[in-house]
């Protein structure tokens, strides 16, 4: 790696990368846990991409409001991409199972219709049966209500729920939730956080092994009916009607 190391100290010293971006660089050319990354990486160098690599890798993706959003990119820990989508899911894994009663472990999945939604989510399954526990997976489009609704259904340690929320359409993120079906709350937040920030590897299985095994269990259809009967109870009777305008509104 030395090249390649010596290119990105060239290229810290001319300007063309900040050194918080040199040196996160040099840890994904040089730290084993970013060997599947490394040949990505080595083109943008050979290429001289200095502006994207900067971009990318500038910063620590923060893990923070529930989860880990930001813009998609193969690479770059500034980025959404297969290794900081694994780092959160990993990262949750380990602080669960830190607990000193864990209990059954379990996590309910779902993914929105945002790019690659589906691949992240197959990931996070992938990397909870890894660590030990059994997945409930929602297989298709569906919104966060539901992905909560799952978590309390079905008395789940935890939940992941992919999307980016309001974000633009380049994003992509991770949100996890706790076995209450709401977001991580304090004193949980942090100590995942910090989980996620240092995790080392990232154990995983196949993940249509892990169906085939029963382990990733598809419960769309299920949760779809329950979740819409529990919905309809809070609907009003009647047609909808106007509220009046706030005094001043326009």
Known sequence: MDPYLTAVESAEAQGKITPAAAKNIADWLSQPRYLEYRGELIAHIERQDWKKLDDVFWTVIPFGTGGRRGRMYPIGSNAINDRTIGESAQGLADYILSQPNPGQLSCAIAYDTRHRSRHFAEL?????????????????????????????????????????????????????????????????????????????????????????????????????????????KFAWAGSRRRFPECPGAR
């Not at 939940?159 to 304090?186: C, E, F, R």
């Not at 990232?202 to 382990?215: L, P, T």
């Open 124 to 232: 996070c399954a992938s990397i909870m049966v890894a660590n030990g526990f059994q997945v409930v997976f929602l297989d298709g489009y569906r919104a966060t209500p539901q992905l909560s609704y799952a978590v309390r259904h079905f008395g789940c340690s935890c939940g992941i729920m992919v999307t980016a929320s309001h974000n633009p359409p380049s994003d992509n993120a991770v949100k996890v939730y706790w076995s209450t079906g709401g977001q991580v709350l304090p004193p949980h937040d942090e100590k995942i956080i910090d989980g996620v920030m240092q995790v080392e590897q990232i154990h995983r299985v196949d993940f249509d092994q892990a169906v085939a095994e029963g382990k990733v269990r598809f419960v769309t259809q299920e949760i779809d009916e329950k979740f819409q009967s529990a919905t309809l």
